[in-house]
């Protein structure tokens, strides 16, 4: 990411707890655009190096002492006690830390995953618990991991090579270590999950119907509805010949639950759970699921709080679904950017937005909606504009959020892209109205 050109260093941040975003102009030819963009990308400022993700500001030892003791009596509200007010805009600087600091982590997953088909280890952690996160770079995050996680779709779509389904290495569970329980002022229970990898993690992400979650089978709440690609990979069991695993679910369920319930007596703890892109989605429904069960309880009874730090999140359910993780008291934080066109699906078209004719069609029950508190970025690289959802430049743009002044060119070089981002998005709306049509058909039966 370092040898891209950042386009918009300022990093500029937006709090809402809506989805809406700016509409991108469409009334420039695409020529001119064109043209903007390659004078544009021609250019290099001292403000854009000073911004970019390697020249982040070096704390001193003072500092973050000082850092540390504000989180330690401040967590609460860092975990979304109060829903982040006053702190996202200006972003607190102890919230801009948590939030790089598990973005890292979620980092790790990706760095450790073994994605060679030829390796015997395919689509699994490449190392051990004891030794994972010294492996993925992180080595001093004051976490000991003590579970490895796995999911396993149950969809139509590409089996490996002995017909089987496969079970996928998708992150894992840890929890902090005395020290860091210190520093934090909280014993953290830490879920961390990975983003798509696998064709048929793709093939269940297209899956965008929506259905009853029917997660806890002692109250009834049928009007809560999730995404289906979503549920079938939270809840599939697992590949034969890992009888024993059990679905993704079942594995999160029972170490977050274990682990909660090991507290020491009067020990202070929250359960964080990370996720980017389809990470956040699992996230959010494991987050509804320990607060709809109640397992988020500690031995002594008290109600342990359950925050998301999603990156580049989807929505995951209907009204309903937030309304309900509202009651519930599950916190979510979405770090969003702008123009990533994940975080505006599934529901592009019809949604918690939607105005004007559109908003006629179909009912809150059939009507995706965002979960918990948005934090908006605003950042792209030219030369890779798929870092528009990288989590990389997630983690770097948080980090960035002091640069302070936009370089000379940025406000031109925006306008120009404001076409190109138009064209994409006009691309990914018509995508997802086929993708939901598709949906509605398969549903009704007719194919």
């Known amino acids: 990411m370092a040898s891209t050109a950042t386009i918009q260093p300022q990093c500029s941040l937006h709090h809402s707890t809506s989805s809406r975003r700016p509409k991108p102009c469409r009334a420039r030819v695409a020529a001119a655009a064109a043209a903007t963009v390659s004078a544009a990308a021609m250019a290099t400022t001292a403000a854009e190096r000073a911004c970019a993700p390697a020249a982040s500001v070096a704390r001193t030892t003072s500092t973050r002492r000082a850092t540390t003791a504000s989180l330690a009596s401040m967590w609460r509200q860092v975990q979304g006690s109060h829903d982040w007010e006053g702190l996202l805009q200006p972003l607190h600087p102890v919230v801009r830390d948590e939030l790089a600091r598990y973005g890292e982590l979620v980092g790790a997953c990706y760095k450790v995953l073994d994605a060679d088909p030829s390796s015997p280890r395919h689509m699994c ?21 003590t579970r490895y996680i796995y999911a396993t779709p149950d969809v139509s779509g590409p089996a490996s090579t002995s017909g089987r389904r496969s079970s996928s290495w998708v992150g894992y569970v840890a929890v902090s270590t005395d020290e860091m329980t210190r520093r934090l002022g909280r014993r953290d229970v830490l879920v961390s999950l990975r983003g798509t990898v696998t064709k048929a993690e793709w093939a269940a992400n297209l899956m965008s119907a929506l259905e009853p ?17 979503f549920l079938n990979l939270y809840t599939s069991s697992s590949a034969p010949g890992n009888a024993g ?3 993704c679910r079942d594995q999160l369920l029972r170490e977050v639950s274990r682990l909660v319930k090991s507290a020491h007596p009067g020990e202070d703890m929250s359960v964080t759970l990370a996720g980017h892109s389809m990470g956040s989605a699992l996230a959010t429904l494991l987050g509804y699921d320990l607060a709809e069960i109640g397992l988020n309880r500690d031995a002594s009874g008290r109600r342990v709080p359950v925050t998301v730090f999603s990156y580049g999140g989807p929505r995951v359910g209907n009204a309903a679904f937030k309304e309900r993780c509202d009651e519930l008291g599950v916190k979510a934080l979405r770090v969003a950017n702008v123009r990533d066109p994940v975080t505006m699906l599934p529901g592009a078209l019809i949604n918690e937005g939607t105005t004007g004719f559109l908003a006629s069609w179909g009912s809150d029950a059939d009507r995706y909606t965002h979960v918990g508190v948005e934090l908006a970025l605003d950042f792209l690289t030219l030369r890779d504009p798929g870092s528009v959802h990288d989590l990389g430049a997630y983690v770097s743009s948080i980090k960035a ?10 406000g031109v070089l925006a306008k120009a892209m404001e076409f190109v981002e138009g064209q994409r998005a006009a691309v990914f709306a018509w995508k997802e109205a086929a993708v939901q049509m598709g949906g509605m058909v398969q549903s009704l039966g007719l194919i």
């Open 125 to 145: 952690c490449k190392h051990g618990k004891e030794t994972v996160l010294e492996e993925a770079g992180v080595a001093g995050a004051g976490y000991e991991v």
């Open 213 to 229: 979650a029917h997660l806890d089978t002692r109250r009834a709440h049928p009007d809560v509805k999730v995404e289906s690609g």
């Open 245 to 247: 695993m059990g679905s």
């Open 401 to 410: 959020e002091a640069c302070g002044k936009a370089a000379p060119n940025a």
